[in-house]
T-cell receptor, first 116, second 113 residues
């Protein structure tokens, strides 16, 4: 079984400061990893994904994440926070797709607040 | 904008009733997944449909059932509603390939009283 742990249910950073949201995963097979963002009263929007290959992945809105197998981590970062980044962020894991195992397992989320 | 639409946006039911939620997938996608997101929690996988057949199921009882139609639209049906079924229900469409990129709709907020 797979699982995701997001450290810190709430994170506050000042506008312009570094954003760091932590995600650790557990998987018995090479994982596919995802970060999604959810704005109030909206669905989930894909920020970025890691499947295979380069371990540093870049996503939308200036976010990036690095897959570290030895640490079983996939932390999300952004060099400079913007007010529009305030939202709920979810890390998710899946197995490599193989007809029937494409489900996403999500963490419990991190609410990011930006301080003006 | 993901191209995945869900209806209705909000719904209020009473315990014991039945409910049907609908999802229209993004054009070209042949797979739909449903997730339940309780307040303050991450989404939980309910089941997935591929070409009108169930293609994986999470830890949900049989009173949660689904359909996928030839045009790849989908329904989630929940019978004998319980208070704990109150949640945001998310539909995600994808193309069954090696990438597993799922595109989510805005969800249906179900309240069971």
């Amino acid at each position: 079984a797979q699982s995701v742990t997001q450290l810190g249910s709430h994170v506050s950073v000042s506008e312009g400061a570094l954003v760091l949201l932590r995600c650790n995963y557990s998987s018995s097979v090479p994982p596919y990893l995802f970060w999604y963002v959810q704005y109030p009263n909206q669905g989930l929007q894909l920020l970025l994904k890691y499947t295979t290959g380069a371990t540093l992945v870049k996503g939308i809105n200036g976010f990036e994440a690095e897959f570290k197998k030895s640490e079983t981590s996939f932390h999300l970062t952004k060099p400079s926070a913007h007010m529009s980044d305030a939202a709920e962020y979810f890390c998710a894991v899946s197995e490599p797709p193989n007809f029937g195992n494409e489900k996403l397992t999500f963490g419990t989320g991190t609410r990011l607040t930006i301080i003006p | 904008e993901t191209g995945v639409t869900q209806s209705p946006t909000h719904l209020i039911k009473t315990r014991g009733q039945q409910v049907t939620l609908r999802c229209s997938s993004q054009s070209g996608h042949n797979t739909v997944s449903w997730y339940q997101q309780a307040l303050g929690q991450g989404p939980q996988f309910i089941f997935q449909y591929y070409r009108e057949e169930e293609n994986g199921r999470g830890n949900f009882p049989p009173r949660f059932s689904g359909l996928q139609f030839p045009n790849y639209s989908s329904e989630l049906n929940v019978n004998a509603l319980e208070l704990d079924d109150s949640a945001l229900y998310l539909c995600a469409s994808s193309f069954l390939d090696t990438k597993n990129i799922q595109y989510f709709g805005a969800g249906t907020r179900l309240s069971v009283l």
